[in-house]
């Protein structure tokens, strides 16, 4: 089956400052990569996704990049707030919709003010 | 607010003891997922269902089961608790069949087993 490795497990940055988390996966099948933040006690969030025939997507802040030859995908934030404190995680499955969505082991982003 | 509500939001119980918890999807959502959450781990897929009928099973043990009712809620049964049952557990849910994308968590329960 899939397997998902992240990086780094904890990350601190100073408010204003990028951050950057990153992911590997083993299936060549794989074409749908979301990533997730989970705040203190709430269940994760979804926050972008990408597709296999995209190679980035930015949404304001926060943009993520694809490398299929390398399979290898990465969340890259920029100007953090304190409010990005939290734990992210990226997941992979060979399409939107798939029951099968493997989740890497999260990076818990601490942004300090 | 996801839409997805979870009770219990906390339980402690003692091992070989059996506990029930319960989800109620986004409304709409025919989908069920169930996912375990232990310490320093990622999001472990348990089991999903689908308007009443398992869809797909994952890393769930034998002591576990779940069910998906008519009015869509759905139940995890955890059985013979050992310490290592300890965990966030999630329920999630997405609409029409499958995800289109998005899956929808609910804030977890969390299982001390002592």
Do not use: M
């Not at chain 1, 996966?25 to 994760?44: C, M």
């Not at chain 1, 997507?57 to 100007?79: C, G, M, P, W, Y």
């Not at chain 2, 999903?48 to 779940?66: D, H, M, P, T, V």
């Not at chain 2, 999630?92 to 969390?110: H, I, K, M, N, Y």
């Amino acid at each position: 089956g899939e397997n998902v490795e992240q990086h780094p497990s904890t990350l601190s940055v100073q408010e204003g400052d990028s951050a950057v988390i990153k992911c590997t996966y083993s299936d060549s099948a794989s074409n749908y990569f979301p990533w997730y933040k989970q705040e203190l006690g709430k269940g994760p969030q979804l926050i972008i996704d990408i597709r296999s025939n995209v190679g980035e997507k930015k949404d304001q802040r926060i943009a993520v990049t694809l490398n299929k030859t390398a399979k290898h995908f990465s969340l890259h934030i920029t100007e953090t707030q304190p409010e990005d404190s939290a734990v992210y995680f990226c997941a992979a499955s060979i399409r939107a919709g798939a029951n099968n969505l493997f989740f890497g082991t999260g990076t818990r982003l601490t942004v300090i003010p | 607010d996801s839409g997805v509500t979870q009770t219990p939001k906390h339980l402690i119980t003692a091992t070989g003891q059996r506990v029930t918890l319960r989800c109620s999807p986004r409304s709409g959502d025919l989908s069920v997922y169930w996912y375990q959450q232990s310490l320093d781990q990622g999001l472990q897929f348990l089991i999903q269902y689908y308007n009443g009928e398992e869809r797909a099973k994952g890393n769930i043990l034998e002591r576990f089961s779940a069910q998906q009712f008519p009015d869509l809620h759905s139940e995890l049964n955890l059985s013979s608790l050992e310490l290592g049952d300890s965990a966030l557990y999630f329920c999630a849910s997405s609409p029409v069949g499958q995800a289109t994308g998005e899956l929808f968590f609910g804030e977890g329960s969390r299982l001390t087993v002592l």
